[in-house]
């Protein structure tokens, strides 16, 4: 997709601040660990180098940010989950407003999952993923940080992470941030699924 417009629109910490009205624009949430590249994965598809602020230190989006994309999408970025050091009550208000956020969102249609290709998918993945297959949000899962594995391994991984997911390996978006790996792929099957 050519991107004409990629702008910050809000950033909300209750969910009194999410976009409830979204104007008939399809919304499409990414999710995952703390630090696994959602932010950077956002800028690298929308080729914008900073949009979303990216951060080495885990826990860096503490709120629900949402974004433009050409009039026709809205993003949104989703705070990552399961880092210890982030104070527990910070992490105990995250979870019911992300909930808040991903249940009864009729403009929400996809949400991205995305897990480090060297670390795979835990506990938390797994119960996330039924989750959202007992709340009908479908989900597509990207693998990023494929830039550190090794070429050679990278098949492999993709497949131990399709078996814990319980998934086909093929529905796996392999992703790197650092080298745009997949981005045409995950832009592809993104469009597919919610008809843009
Ligand atoms: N090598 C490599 N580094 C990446 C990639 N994606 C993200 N990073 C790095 O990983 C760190 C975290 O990236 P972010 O995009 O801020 O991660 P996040 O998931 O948004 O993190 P939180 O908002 O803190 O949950 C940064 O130092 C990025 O530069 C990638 O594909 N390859
Ligand atoms: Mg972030």
Redesign the pocket.
Known sequence: MKIKKAEFIKGATTPGDFLKNSQGKVQVAFS??????????INTIVGRKKL?R????????REINFFNINDALIFV?L??YGYAKVPKEMRKSWRPMVEKYLTGNDALKLVIV?VDIRRGPEEEELSFLLWLEENKIPALIVA?????EKRGKIDKRVADIAKTLQCNPNLIVT????TGMGKEKLWSRMREIVGV
Do not use: E
């Open positions: 995952g660990r703390s630090n696994v590249g959602k932010s950077s994965l979303a990216t951060s080495s230190t885990p826990g860096r989006t970025d705070p990552g995305i990023t940080k494929a830039d550190k992703f790197s941030a650092a």
